[in-house]
């Protein structure tokens, strides 16, 4: 099995619907689905990449081991490994750059707790938590690259890296990718911010994978390493910011940290840092319209192969009591929380669109008829919990199961508060009232 099969085995596990939280172990699991046979887990583990596999890392040691391990890299290695990795190599090579700058610049230090929170440090970043080795990998290989500087992720990805062994060199389609890229940060409108930027990179297709998630981490990197920094927060080719200064950001809507919080492109790219990272590089601009023939097909990429993967998709039979036109009051719904798992919904009214809900008693290995429901209320542990709901018919793995239903036995009064959420919600709502589904 090789590294791409993992990948899609893991894809699968990771899927969201695997998710659960652990009660015992206060922690979030992952399901393995059945259609991953014995054998395939076999392979997996023999591989090391069993998903779930916990690491809990001490602050003075974890930044020993960043010093380390990024000393083995020289600045000129690290900056060609993120080249590669923007399309001939993994997307995992990216963070030799970022590790290699934090090392340079970032002073030894204790573990200083940041504000009200005493696992994270405020000068580096670090968090006091076990981490999923397995699941960083697979974000790794797939364009999660470390946020905020985080030192766990990339200590994680330089171990990948030295076990990896030879490093990449770019091919010159990468080197004119992130020409490519430098142009249209350089061409945006004044002021445009990263959302716009991530969009617009989108839009020319530079990566070999189409999600947007990945171009917005793309540009992450970027500013972290400064090349998107300004003068009161720079990058690390620049200086080192503590974390405590890079979680600052201009209003609470900004989801990203500094320095791309507050970069714009009427800032422009820093050409100082571009500079000290690429020295022997050509960073001008492209035209986007004349890319170099041949061009790489993406699914010849690790992560472009996988992203062109689908997920299986179950296949879900009409029940023959579902009847048919628009959701009304009296409807019961199921549910599919995963492959092997349902949960049922009765719908109490229809208002302006939207649809009174509240779950019914019982778990179901698959769709269930209407002679298996049960037709009482199954609350939150503090009362009865029911939705306003919107596209409930529109939503994939909600099935209506029966008409003409009567009102569930419920011996408590409604809910006060009665919240507005789309139907696609009530999956991840149902631990709510179904705290030991698993």
């Not at 922690?27 to 090391?48: D, F, K, T, V």
């Not at 070999?208 to 920094?229: K, Q, T």
């Not at 009214?349 to 009482?376: H, I």
């Amino acid at each position: 099995m090789d590294i791409t099969e993992r990948l899609w085995l893991l894809k699968q596990i990771y899927h969201g619907e695997n998710r659960y939280f652990d009660t015992e172990e206060n922690r979030y699991r992952h399901r393995i689905p059945a259609r991953i046979s014995a054998a395939m887990q076999a392979e997996l583990a023999e591989a090391g990449r069993m998903p779930d596999r916990m690491y809990k890392p001490e602050h003075a040691a974890l930044l020993d081991e960043l010093y380390r391990l990024a000393g083995t890299w020289t600045l000129r290695e690290a900056a060609d490994a993120f080249l590669a990795g923007l399309w001939s190599a993994p997307i995992l090579w990216r963070c030799a750059l970022p590790a290699k700058l934090i090392s340079l610049v970032m002073p030894p230090h204790p573990h200083t707790p940041y504000g009200g929170s005493k696992d994270t440090c405020i000068i580096c970043g670090f968090r006091e938590q076990a981490v999923d080795i397995t699941g960083r990998w697979y974000g790794f290989m797939t364009g999660a690259m470390p946020l905020d500087g985080d030192p766990v992720g990339y200590v994680l990805a330089l171990r990948e890296m030295e076990q990896a062994g030879r490093r990449p060199v770019p091919t010159e389609y990468d080197i004119w990718t992130f020409r490519a890229i430098l142009t249209v940060i350089r061409c945006a409108p004044p002021g445009a911010r990263y959302a716009k930027i991530r969009d617009a990179l989108h839009r020319e297709k530079l990566l070999p994978v189409s999600d947007r998630f990945v171009y917005g981490s793309l540009l992450e990197s970027l500013a972290l390493i400064g090349l998107l920094d300004t003068d009161d927060y720079p990058g690390m080719a620049s200086c080192y910011t503590t974390y405590g200064k890079r979680d600052e950001r201009p209003s609470v809507r900004v989801e990203v940290q500094a320095p791309l919080a507050w970069w714009n492109s009427s800032v422009g790219v820093n050409s100082a840092a571009l500079q000290k990272i690429f020295p022997d590089r050509d960073c001008s601009s492209v035209d986007l319209t004349n890319r170099p023939a041949p061009v790489p097909p993406p699914e010849q990429t690790i992560a472009g192969s996988l992203a062109r993967r689908r997920l299986p998709r179950a296949v879900i039979p009409k029940s023959p009591d579902a009847g048919s036109g628009p959701a009304a009051a009296g409807d019961v719904y199921g549910v599919r929380i995963r492959d092997d798992v349902w949960i049922t919904v009765y719908c109490h009214r229809v208002k302006d669109g939207r649809v009174l809900v509240e779950y019914l008693d019982g778990v179901f290995s698959a769709m269930p008829v209407k002679a298996q429901l049960r037709n009482t209320v199954r609350p939150r542990g503090n009362g009865r919990w029911q939705a306003d709901v919107t596209a409930l018919d529109k939503t994939t793995g909600i099935r209506r199961i029966a008409r003409d239903v009567p009102p569930p036995a419920a011996g408590a009064p409604g809910p006060e508060r009665i919240p507005f959420v789309n139907a696609k919600e009530l999956k991840r709502l149902a631990w709510w009232c179904f705290p030991d589904l698993d």
